[in-house]
């Protein structure tokens, strides 16, 4: 049976892992208060003690705002951190996965991004989540990065919490509607983590996965309340009219014909697994 050791382990999607089928892993999950990523010698024990085959790499500061005020917490976290686990990775031969995100880009194109596509982030989020794809890529071979977009799920916080959190007696809500993206179903995503990790010889490399289906903010949220029946007048906004710290990439929209053809894949659409997760809730 493999060994597998999640960093990250009590986050959204680390808890998604936890629910999805593992059946044929020995799975540890890893919180920030059990392993310290930025400690060498932390890592160095957890390698040794463990012996992983595999190791899932949750770990992130994703606090966008947050990341232009703190570039350096940033940059520890999201790509000091995978350097030091790549090279750990290599010594123990290890393979990693390691999740990324959509802010790698722009946002400029208006067509779906492959994986080869020119990287370009406006922000420190994206800045330095991209150093650490390319610390991972200089470090080791036996990597799979897995860049997503839009994450929600039952667990954590995000998207689809906070939206019925706040509908909850308000009568009118605004939301962006000229960002553009998939929503995400962290347990969909979790369930292709946990299948990659039982292939003894994956294909290494970067790739794409997101729900099937484009959405923009408006729209996902206008879907979760008519999905949840959730009475509210919904109002759409433009981005300039809330502006944020961050800049936000206007096209979050990957391509998954890479994934998809390598794990032979069918990815559901957004809508549907949205209604997944409600029931869930």
């Known amino acids: 049976m493999k060994k ?40 160095h024990a957890l390698f040794g003690k463990e012996r992983p085959d595999v190791i899932i790499n949750c770990a992130a500061y994703t606090a966008v705002d947050l990341a232009e005020d703190d570039p350096l917490k940033a940059a520890a976290i999201n790509a000091q951190a995978p350097e030091l686990i790549a090279k750990l990775c290599l010594e123990y031969n290890v393979v990693l996965i390691h999740i990324s995100t959509d802010f790698v880009f722009d946002g400029e194109s208006p067509v779906p991004r492959v994986e080869t596509d020119r990287t370009d982030p406006i922000g420190a989020y994206g800045k330095t989540k991209l150093a650490g ?12 990065i897995l860049r997503t977009s839009w994450l929600y799920s039952e667990f954590g916080n995000n998207f689809l919490k906070t939206m019925l959190r706040v509908a909850k007696g308000r009568k009118e809500l605004s939301v962006v509607y000229d960002q553009v993206g998939s929503p995400t179903y ?22 794409h996965y997101s729900n099937e289906g484009v959405a923009s903010w408006y729209d996902f949220a206008h879907a979760i309340f008519q999905a949840a029946k959730v009475d509210v ?49």
């Not at 794809?133 to 080791?140: P, Q």
């Not at 962290?186 to 790739?207: Q, S």
């Open 4 to 43: 597998v050791i999640v960093l990250g382990g009590s986050g959204q999607l680390g808890q998604c892992i936890q629910a999805a089928d593992t059946s044929g892993l020995d799975i540890i999950f890893c919180s920030s208060q059990k392993v310290n990523i930025l400690e060498e010698d932390h890592l």
């Open 133 to 144: 794809e390319e610390a991972i890529m200089h470090s080791m071979e036996k990597y799979i």
């Open 186 to 207: 962290a347990m969909d995503l979790a369930e292709v983590i946990v299948k990659i990790a039982l292939i003894d010889e994956p294909r290494y490399g970067i790739y």
């Open 233 to 281: 007048n919904l109002k759409p906004l433009l981005s300039s009219e809330y502006p944020t710290k961050a800049e936000r990439p206007k096209y979050s929209v990957l391509d998954k014909s890479k994934i998809k053809n390598a794990y032979s894949l069918t990815i559901p659409h957004w809508r549907d697994s949205l209604g997944k997760c409600l029931k869930r809730l």
